[in-house]
């Protein structure tokens, strides 16, 4: 198991509402990335944080935000919910040095199983 | 735009014999190369990666991956399956300039295990 751990597992929500998910990453980790995973489809990169601020974004609109706190957590948050919408979350940490990649990994929580109705 | 492709979304082998999952990557640049697995409900762990110099590369569960610039491909081996090998499988790159949890990921092979 990794130390990255996201709240919660599951959720239902109806379509027009506003959902947060959470997300805490591994010690040590300063950088945070959020996927979207549709059934039966790879990850899709949402954003990234580092050092509480976005840095990097995928093709998604601005109803999708997040945040990172100092001590390196995250939120996402989505509103306006759409049927779309249902899919597993994934958050990954990393350590970064903020220029290039470093010969390490991401580590992924479990995810949070959102469902729109 | 970096691009992962994994040209079989199925695969079924039987318990024992051998595996290849097969990836093409578009990227301009060195590519930073992984393979992920993801079994039913779960999330991603790492198989193995590749960042530079030797291009056959060693992972967990004696899975093993080479890297080919010559044809663009980080295609994925197993000499003998296991039952509970059966999962999705996950091509990905990491763009150069960013950091390890900006990833761009292939569709997935899923793999299923034939008794």
């Known amino acids: 198991e990794t130390g990255v751990t996201q709240s919660p597992t599951h959720l239902i929500k109806t379509r027009g509402q506003q959902v947060t998910l959470r997300c805490s990453s591994q010690?040590?980790?300063?950088?945070v990335s959020w996927y979207q995973q549709a059934l039966g489809q790879g990850p899709q990169f949402i954003f990234q944080?580092?050092?509480?601020?976005?840095?990097g974004r995928g093709n998604f609109p601005p109803r999708f935000s997040g945040l990172q706190f100092p001590n390196y957590s995250s939120e996402l948050n989505v509103n306006a919910l759409e049927l779309d919408d249902s899919a597993l979350y994934l958050c990954?940490?990393?350590?970064?040095?903020?220029?290039?990649?470093?010969?390490?990994?991401?580590?992924f929580g479990q995810g949070t199983r959102l469902t729109v109705v | 735009a970096q691009s992962v492709t994994q040209p079989d979304i199925h695969i079924t082998v039987s318990e024992g014999a051998s595996l290849e999952l097969r990836c093409n990557y578009s990227?301009?640049?060195?590519?930073?190369l992984f393979w992920y697995v993801q079994s039913p409900g779960q999330g991603l762990q790492l198989l193995l990666k590749?960042?530079?110099?030797?291009?056959l590369v060693q992972g967990i569960k004696g899975f093993e991956a080479e890297f080919k610039r010559s044809q663009s491909s980080f295609n994925l081996r197993k000499p003998s399956v296991h039952w509970s090998d059966a999962a999705e499988y996950f091509c990905?790159?990491?763009?150069?300039?960013?950091?390890?949890?900006?990833?761009?990921f292939g569709s997935g092979t899923r793999l299923s295990i034939r008794p």
């Open positions: 010690s040590g980790h300063n950088t």
């Open positions: 590749y960042f530079s110099g030797d291009t």
């Open positions: 990227y301009g640049a060195t590519p930073y």
């Open positions: 990954a940490s990393s350590s970064w040095t903020g220029f290039r990649v470093r010969n390490t990994e991401a580590f």
């Open positions: 990905a790159v990491v763009p150069g300039s960013s950091s390890a949890s900006k990833i761009i």
């Open positions: 944080y580092y050092r509480e601020e976005e840095n």
